[in-house]
């Protein structure tokens, strides 16, 4: 059973907008972050934005003012709110949970802008 389920991704044009979503598929204890990587063709995986306990979030400089992470800790929930996207965001989308036990991965979403 996949950790972390992420939907929402898709094709968008560019300066047009996605909201992506992960979910846990069971429950985690003691999550200290949970944040949204992507990795790129031809790139490594980067960090896009962390949400992490106590409400506290961090974005890569590429996306500051762009995007928006936010969680529902009831539900153990992240959200990634992706506004005027460029074709440069376009990549396969992770959702990551950390906890002192262990680091879970969901199974990637793709995101294609296009110009």
């Known amino acids: 059973q996949v950790p972390l389920v992420e939907s929402g991704g898709g094709l968008v044009q560019a300066g047009g907008s996605l909201r992506l979503s992960c979910a846990a598929s069971?429950?985690?204890?003691?999550?200290?972050?949970m944040g949204w990587y992507r990795q790129g063709p031809g790139k490594q995986r980067e960090l896009v934005a962390v949400i992490r306990s106590g409400g506290i979030t961090d974005y890569a400089d590429s996306v500051k003012g762009r995007f928006t992470i936010s969680g529902d800790n009831a539900k153990n929930t992240v959200y990634l709110q992706m506004n005027s996207l460029k074709p440069e965001d376009t990549a396969v989308y992770y959702c990551?949970?950390?906890?002192?036990?262990?680091?879970?991965w969901g199974e990637g979403t793709l995101v294609t802008v296009s110009s």
């Open positions: 069971r429950v985690m204890f003691s999550i200290n972050a």
């Open positions: 990551n949970a950390d906890t002192p036990f262990a680091s879970y």
